[in-house]
């Protein structure tokens, strides 16, 4: 059983940056994929990037080349830096690990889930 706790959010303006953490207790990291979500109101669950056990790295379209996904397996933490935030990246944001060692793009995949942590984005 793996707990994460998500961390980093708030509120900012258009342009500005974030970074939150999703900090793993009970296992070791290491051979997890870890994702990121996120839930706008009344919208789906979506992807927004994903760290292979092996430190490959995926992203949604809508946030390639300004979101960097890493991971620190030493503190048993994945980060996402989020730069060149929109009003559209508002939304809860959540963290889950696979125990499978590769990530995806759908939520099913993913065995373990945070609670989430509240981006805001404001014009």
């Known amino acids: 059983q793996v707990q994460l706790v998500e961390s980093g959010g708030g509120s900012v303006q258009a342009g500005g940056s974030l970074r939150l953490s999703c900090a793993a207790s009970?296992?070791?990291?290491?051979?997890?994929?870890v994702g990121w979500f996120r839930q706008a109101p009344g919208k789906e669950r979506e992807f927004v990037a994903t760290?292979?056990?092996?430190?490959?790295?995926n992203y949604a379209d809508a946030v390639k080349g300004r979101f960097t996904i890493s991971r620190d397996n030493a503190k048993n933490t994945v980060y996402l830096q989020m730069n060149i935030l929109k009003p559209e990246d508002t939304a809860v944001y959540y963290c889950?690990?696979?125990?499978?060692?590769?990530?995806?793009?759908?939520?099913?995949?993913?065995?373990?889930w945070g609670q989430g942590t509240q981006v805001t984005v404001s014009s």
């Open positions: 889950a690990a696979a125990n499978a060692g590769y990530g995806s793009s759908r939520p099913t995949h993913y065995d373990f």
């Open positions: 009970g296992r070791t990291f290491n051979p997890y994929a």
């Open positions: 760290i292979w056990s092996s430190a490959i790295t």
